[in-house]
């Protein structure tokens, strides 16, 4: 797969019961881009998202990741291949600090055997400072080093979503899903997150994100596809899909 | 000498923990000379009765992974027990003389040790297959049916395990070489196989395991698989997706800890020289659990002081309250109280009926009192305020200064 897609869905099909939640949805998320997917309430997004990172496998269709299939790969394979998520409602480990989080992250990058973390052998202390410094930076990053030592849920709130974009990244993903990342934030924080959004493409990562909120959408993404009742109604740049009859009719209803 | 200075200048206020593991320490090393002193130079007794709690500190050890590190439910614990203490009794006995196979292994405790630990943790893996996809009460409810299960095959297999007899005769733990001085009484001598009849030599032999096992436990806490497990307690969708191998953390789980009472039962085997399955009970299951619990889950030295203190109430305080009772009777001159009258029993024999309330009562009292357990874990405290301190509380007092 040499057209730069990182990642390509190819007729994906996700049913529960007789509920279609996503119907054939086509597309390429290209290597190096922020690229979105919106769409009203219900629409899918999540799904797909579930769909890429293996919690729940695709009914049917193919997901290629790197030009390799991996529709139905457990989460923890796909996060080893290099597909990191963040949840729509946060899910971050309550009761482990901040660093801690993060080197939950890093736990699939790791090679310490249940030997060496028995005997704390020194290549397993190396490995420990290592990560433990890999964390540290990685919180400053996002810009909440002075939360380390922190549980993750007395971090406020904006300070939690970033902590799970850490967590993310500690997978060291290639391609980062975002679900809706800029949730609950006010005017100034999302103007942050934008730009946090610009650095982590600036570190080599693509970026898959669902948002709400436009102004983000159409500030960071340079594609976008738009979903609703699981079909696939739009793709193209953000002017594009800002002017298509059916994208407003999604969100907006019929005019009579 | 480092980390001695080290310990002795933390503030106990600020690192509790390191003070518990301190006061143990001391308690274990001091602990024969005290027993020899109230016991008037015969501390056998007490010896023997520290090194069975010993057994109960071992299994709660080991739960405790599953259980605090984890957060899966097991209530059939014991039944890891009983397969430690039978993989003792099968290797170290003349006992499979009189099953199928007529032939009889003696294998040195030392090997049996380790041996019993690898068969037990390959039947952690066995209980834990099954169970993967079961979580809180689901689970417990399957793992109760193995720990029913297995005392149940040891005790109807007859042919293998002679049944509700048991198996009795097993070896005595043995040291390769020794070399006797006045240290043991004895004179000058070069011995080999010496045999460990002693309960000082099972109260140092159960401190080595519990060494040992509290470091390799300790180890696996601070590790890449402590904080995989710490993470599967947490959220287990978000560990998967955050490339933790859930499958296989949780099988480890039931394996290291399966494989701490593959040590114990092999332990508690050799000493009491016997093994029936009326010793691997659903109580000894819940016991251990409870010594979880009531220590503080997920926390070492939390459960390492909560099965001692247990220990102590449900082996000594309580078997010894009859009496007394009516000591105490006897000494404010009611001696009427002690005897049968009617349809009252004796104050001895009363109290004795009363004691599983009396045990009940403890229990609620602690747990009403320190809910979180006696020596809990951070996050469990934490877990507990809960409704009271909601919101975004910074607790780490470095992150106010930074």
Same mark, same amino acid.
């Given at each position: 797969?040499?057209?730069?897609? #990182?990642?390509?869905?190819?007729?994906v099909?996700k049913?529960?019961?007789?509920?279609?939640?996503?119907?054939?949805?086509?597309?390429?998320?290209?290597?190096?881009e922020?690229?979105?997917?919106?769409?009203?309430?219900?629409?899918?997004?999540?799904?797909?998202?579930n769909?890429?990172?293996?919690?729940?496998?695709?009914?049917?269709?193919?997901?290629?990741?790197?030009?390799? =299939?991996?529709?139905?790969?457990?989460?923890h =394979?796909?996060?080893?291949?290099?597909?990191?998520? !963040?949840?729509?409602?946060?899910? %971050?480990?309550?009761?482990?600090?901040?660093?801690?989080?993060?080197?939950?992250?890093?736990?699939?990058?790791?090679?310490?055997?249940?030997?060496?973390?028995?005997?704390?052998?020194?290549?397993?202390?190396?490995?420990?400072?290592?990560?433990?410094?890999?964390?540290?930076?990685?919180?400053?990053? #996002?810009?909440i080093?002075?939360?380390?030592?922190?549980?993750?849920?007395?971090?406020?709130?904006?300070?939690?979503?970033?902590?799970?974009?850490?967590r993310? %990244?500690?997978?060291?993903?290639? %391609?980062?899903?975002?679900?809706?990342?800029?949730?609950?934030? !006010?005017?100034?924080?999302?103007?942050?997150?934008?730009?946090?959004?610009?650095?982590?493409? =600036?570190s080599?990562v693509?970026?898959?994100l669902? =948002?709400?909120?436009?102004?983000?959408?159409?500030?960071?993404?340079?594609?976008?596809?738009?979903?609703?009742?699981?079909?696939?109604?739009?793709?193209?740049?953000?002017?594009?899909?800002?002017?298509?009859?059916?994208?407003?009719?999604?969100?907006?209803?019929?005019?009579? | 000498?480092?980390?001695?200075?080290k310990?002795?200048?933390?503030?106990?206020?600020?690192?509790?923990? &390191?003070?518990?593991?301190?006061?143990?320490?001391?308690?274990?090393?001091?602990?024969?000379?005290?027993?020899?002193?109230?016991?008037?130079?015969?501390?056998?007794?007490?010896?023997?009765?520290?090194?069975?709690?010993?057994?109960?500190?071992?299994?709660?050890?080991?739960?405790?992974?599953?259980?605090?590190?984890?957060?899966?439910?097991?209530?059939?614990?014991?039944?890891?027990? &009983?397969?430690?203490?039978?993989?003792?009794?099968?290797?170290?006995?003349? +006992?499979?003389?009189?099953?199928?196979? +007529? @032939?009889?292994?003696?294998?040195?405790?030392?090997?049996? *040790?380790?041996?019993?630990?690898?068969?037990?943790?390959?039947?952690?893996?066995?209980?834990?297959?099954?169970?993967?996809?079961?979580?809180?009460?689901?689970?417990?409810?399957?793992?109760?049916?193995?720990?029913?299960?297995?005392?149940?095959?040891?005790?109807?297999?007859?042919?293998?395990?002679?049944?509700?007899?048991?198996?009795?005769?097993?070896?005595?733990?043995?040291?390769?070489?020794?070399?006797?001085?006045?240290?043991?009484?004895?004179?000058? &001598?070069?011995? @080999?196989?010496?045999?460990?009849?002693d309960?000082?030599?099972?109260?140092?032999?159960?401190?080595?395991?519990?060494?040992?096992?509290?470091?390799?436990?300790?180890n696996?806490?601070?590790?890449r698989?402590?904080?995989?497990? &710490?993470?599967?307690?947490?959220?287990?969708?978000?560990?998967?997706?955050?490339?933790?191998?859930?499958?296989?953390?949780?099988?480890?789980a039931?394996?290291?800890?399966?494989?701490?009472?593959?040590?114990?039962?092999?332990?508690?085997?050799?000493?009491?020289? *016997?093994?029936?399955?009326?010793?691997?009970?659903?109580?000894?299951?819940?016991?251990?659990?409870?010594?979880?619990?009531?220590?503080?889950?997920?926390?070492?030295?939390?459960?390492?002081?909560?099965?001692?203190?247990?220990? /102590?109430?449900?082996? /000594?305080?309580?078997?010894?309250?009859?009496?007394?009772?009516?000591?105490?009777?006897?000494?404010?001159?009611?001696?009427?109280?002690?005897?049968?009258?009617?349809?009252?029993?004796?104050?001895?024999?009363?109290?004795?009926?009363?004691?599983?309330?009396?045990?009940?009562?403890?229990?609620?009292?602690?747990?009403l009192?320190r809910?979180?357990?006696?020596?809990?874990?951070?996050?469990?405290?934490?877990?507990?305020?809960?409704?009271?301190?909601?919101? @975004?509380?910074?607790?780490?007092?470095?992150?106010?200064?930074?």
């Open positions: 797969m040499d057209d730069g897609a #990182v990642l390509r869905l190819d007729h099909v049913r529960f019961g007789g509920l279609v939640a996503v119907n054939d949805v086509t597309f390429d998320v290209k290597k190096g922020v690229f979105a997917l919106i769409g009203p309430n219900g629409a899918g997004k999540t799904t797909l998202f769909g890429v990172t293996g919690l729940l496998p695709p009914t049917s269709g193919s997901v290629i990741f790197e030009g390799r =299939e991996i529709a139905g790969t457990k989460p =394979e796909v996060a080893k291949l290099g597909i990191a998520r !963040t949840f729509q409602n946060i899910r %971050l480990f309550e009761y482990m600090s901040a660093v801690e989080n993060i080197l939950v992250g890093e736990h699939c990058r790791m090679n310490a055997k249940l030997w060496d973390s028995i005997f704390k052998t020194p290549r397993e202390r190396r490995e420990e400072a290592a990560v433990h410094e890999r964390a540290m930076e990685l919180l400053k990053f #996002v810009g080093d002075r939360w380390a030592n922190s549980y993750a849920r007395n971090l406020p709130y904006g300070g939690q979503r970033r902590l799970e974009i850490a993310a %990244l500690a997978t060291k993903p290639r %391609l980062l899903l975002l679900d809706e990342p800029a949730a609950g934030f !006010t005017p100034q924080e999302k103007v942050e997150l934008m730009r946090l959004v610009g650095k982590i493409l =600036e080599g693509t970026v898959f669902i =948002e709400h909120d436009m102004k983000v959408v159409m500030g960071i993404s340079k594609r976008i596809v738009v979903l609703d009742h699981g079909e696939m109604i739009a793709q193209g740049t953000p002017d594009e899909v800002r002017s298509n009859p059916r994208v407003i009719e999604a969100y907006l209803g019929k005019q009579h | 000498m480092n980390w001695l200075r310990a002795w200048s933390t503030d106990p206020r600020r690192d509790r923990d &390191a003070m518990v593991y301190i006061v143990l320490l001391m308690f274990a090393v001091l602990f024969p000379l005290f027993a020899n002193v109230i016991s008037g130079g015969s501390p056998s007794f007490w010896l023997s009765f520290m090194a069975d709690g010993g057994v109960y500190m071992l299994l709660a050890l080991g739960l405790n992974v599953v259980v605090g590190f984890a957060g899966l439910l097991d209530l059939g614990y014991a039944a890891f027990f &009983a397969i430690g203490a039978y993989t003792y009794a099968f290797l170290a006995s003349n +006992h499979l003389e009189v099953t199928p196979l +007529h @032939t009889s292994l003696h294998l040195p405790f030392w090997i049996v *040790l380790f041996v019993a630990l690898f068969v037990a943790a390959c039947f952690g893996v066995i209980l834990g297959a099954p169970t993967l996809r079961l979580r809180g009460d689901y689970l417990a409810i399957v793992t109760l049916g193995f720990g029913e299960i297995v005392p149940r095959v040891f005790k109807n297999a007859a042919v293998w395990t002679s049944g509700v007899n048991g198996i009795s005769a097993l070896d005595t733990p043995q040291l390769p070489f020794w070399i006797q001085g006045p240290w043991s009484g004895d004179s000058f &001598a070069f011995v @080999t196989n010496l045999k460990i009849f309960p000082f030599g099972y109260y140092v032999i159960m401190c080595l395991l519990l060494v040992l096992a509290i470091i390799i436990v300790r696996l806490q601070n590790s698989m402590g904080r995989a497990w &710490a993470a599967i307690r947490e959220d287990e969708v978000a560990a998967a997706a955050m490339g933790v191998n859930t499958v296989q953390a949780k099988l480890l039931f394996a290291i800890g399966a494989s701490v009472s593959g040590f114990a039962g092999t332990f508690y085997g050799a000493k009491l020289s *016997l093994v029936s399955p009326e010793n691997f009970t659903f109580v000894v299951s819940i016991t251990v659990l409870v010594m979880v619990v009531l220590g503080g889950m997920g926390n070492i030295p939390g459960v390492l002081s909560g099965s001692l203190l247990l220990y /102590w109430i449900t082996f /000594w305080l309580l078997p010894g309250l009859p009496d007394t009772a009516t000591n105490v009777a006897n000494a404010f001159g009611l001696t009427g109280l002690t005897h049968t009258s009617g349809d009252f029993p004796g104050i001895g024999e009363y109290i004795s009926r009363l004691k599983f309330l009396v045990f009940g009562l403890i229990l609620v009292v602690v747990m009192v809910p979180e357990g006696l020596v809990p874990s951070r996050e469990r405290q934490q877990e507990l305020k809960k409704g009271t301190h909601e919101d @975004t509380i910074i607790e780490d007092v470095q992150a106010e200064v930074g």
